[in-house]
C-alpha cells in the first residue's frame, strides 16, 4: 500500500468548472456579505479590532472510495485529480510544490490512473473576484463583467499595495465603511495598485473548491 500527503496552499475554482457551471456554486447564496470565517485583527491606538472576513474558510472533510479516473496540470503548480465511484464523481486540486514531505508531481499520480483509491479532502469555500470597478467603471482588461443574480457586491477602499510574485495568488482586501476588511486571493496587477487606498466596487462569487489531503491505492 502507497500512500501520499498531499498539500494545497491556494484555492482556485477549477472544482467548480468540474461540478457546475464557470464560476458558479450550487452552495453560494444571495447574501450580502461572503460566507466566510471571520477574524478580528488587533489594532493601533488602542481601537477596536477590525473584523477579517477571510477568502476561504473550511466546510469539513470528507472521503470518497473509487476509481481516479483523471490527474491534470493547471496553472502550474496547481492541478487536479477527478475520482468516480459510481454516478458520483468529486474532484480534488492539490499544489506539486507543497512542502517537503507533501510534494506530488501529476506525472506519478497519473500511473495510478483506472485504479481504485482511498481519497481524502478538504470541502472549502472560497469568495473569488469578478470585477473590481472604480466610478461604475472596470479596471480589469474586458470591461463590466456581466453581472448574474447569483453574484455579491461590496463598496469601500482597496488594500492592494504591491503586485502578485510567483504562481500562486496572493490576498487583496476591500475596507468597508464600517470597518470591516473583506480578503479575496486574487493575482494583483498594476491596474489594482493603482486603485491602492481609492473607493470600489468589487463583484464576487462564492465558489466551492476541494483540496487534496491524502490518497492511497487499494488495489
Do not use: H
Amino acid at each position: 500500500m502507497k500512500k501520499i500527503i498531499l498539500s494545497f496552499a491556494a484555492a482556485l475554482a477549477f472544482y467548480a468548472c468540474q461540478n457546475s457551471s464557470s464560476n458558479a456554486n450550487t452552495a453560494s447564496n444571495t447574501a450580502s456579505t461572503p460566507s466566510a470565517a471571520t477574524t478580528t485583527q488587533p489594532a493601533a491606538n488602542n481601537t477596536a479590532p477590525a473584523k477579517v472576513v477571510k477568502a476561504e474558510r473550511e466546510l469539513g472533510e470528507k472521503n470518497i472510495l473509487g476509481k481516479l479516473i483523471e490527474v491534470m496540470d493547471m496553472d502550474y503548480p496547481r492541478a487536479f485529480l477527478t475520482i468516480q465511484d459510481g454516478k458520483n464523481k468529486v474532484s480534488a486540486n492539490f499544489n506539486e510544490e507543497g512542502e517537503e514531505g507533501k510534494r506530488f508531481k501529476v506525472a506519478e499520480l497519473s500511473k495510478w490512473k483506472k485504479r481504485q483509491v482511498n481519497v481524502f479532502y478538504m470541502e472549502k469555500m472560497n469568495s473569488s473576484v469578478i470585477d473590481i470597478q472604480a466610478n461604475g467603471v472596470s479596471i480589469l482588461e474586458g470591461g463590466n463583467a456581466e453581472v448574474l443574480p447569483e453574484y455579491k457586491k461590496l463598496n469601500g477602499t482597496l488594500i492592494a499595495a504591491e503586485t502578485t510574485k510567483g504562481d500562486l495568488p496572493t490576498i487583496l482586501s476591500l475596507k468597508t465603511a464600517d470597518g470591516t476588511v473583506y480578503e479575496f486571493e486574487y493575482f494583483i496587477t498594476d491596474k489594482e495598485v493603482a486603485q491602492n487606498g481609492k473607493t470600489v466596487e468589487i463583484i464576487y462569487t462564492e465558489v466551492q473548491n476541494n483540496e487534496l489531503i491524502s490518497i492511497e491505492t487499494l488495489d
